[in-house]
Nanobody
Framework: QVQLVESGGGLVQTGGSLRLSCAAS????????MGWYRQAPGKQRELVAT???????YCADSVKGRFTISRDNARNTVYLQMNSLQPEDTAVYYC???????????WGQGTQVTVSS
């Protein structure tokens, strides 16, 4: 089992920045993919960004150039630096870890990000 604990959400004005963190603990494989998803009210959960254990990253077009994903393998922690936040970024952000070729899939409890206009 793997546990994921997110932190760093909050309320910020348009154009502001926030940094989300997600610490993983438990039975973590050396090969895995960590990522961030978000779900706005009334919408489906969507992928924001992912990063592999080797550092390969992917960012959704909607956040490219504004959000940066990174990780500290020694601490089993993934970060999401969010800059130039917009009201449409308002959502609950969830941390995700996949390993064992996707057969194991874990989620954090979510952290609220609210961007006021």
């Amino acid at each position: 089992q793997v546990q994921l604990v997110e932190s760093g959400g909050g309320l910020v004005q348009t154009g502001g920045s926030l940094r989300l963190s997600c610490a993983a603990s438990g039975s973590i494989f050396s090969i895995n993919v960590m990522g961030w998803y978000r779900q706005a009210p009334g919408k489906q959960r969507e992928l924001v960004a992912t990063i592999t254990n080797t550092g390969s990253t992917y960012c959704a077009d909607s956040v490219k150039g504004r959000f940066t994903i990174s990780r500290d393998n020694a601490r089993n922690t993934v970060y999401l630096q969010m800059n130039s936040l917009q009201p449409e970024d308002t959502a609950v952000y969830y941390c995700n870890l996949q390993q064992d070729r996707g057969r194991q899939d874990y989620w954090g409890q979510g952290t609220q990000v609210t961007v006021s206009s």
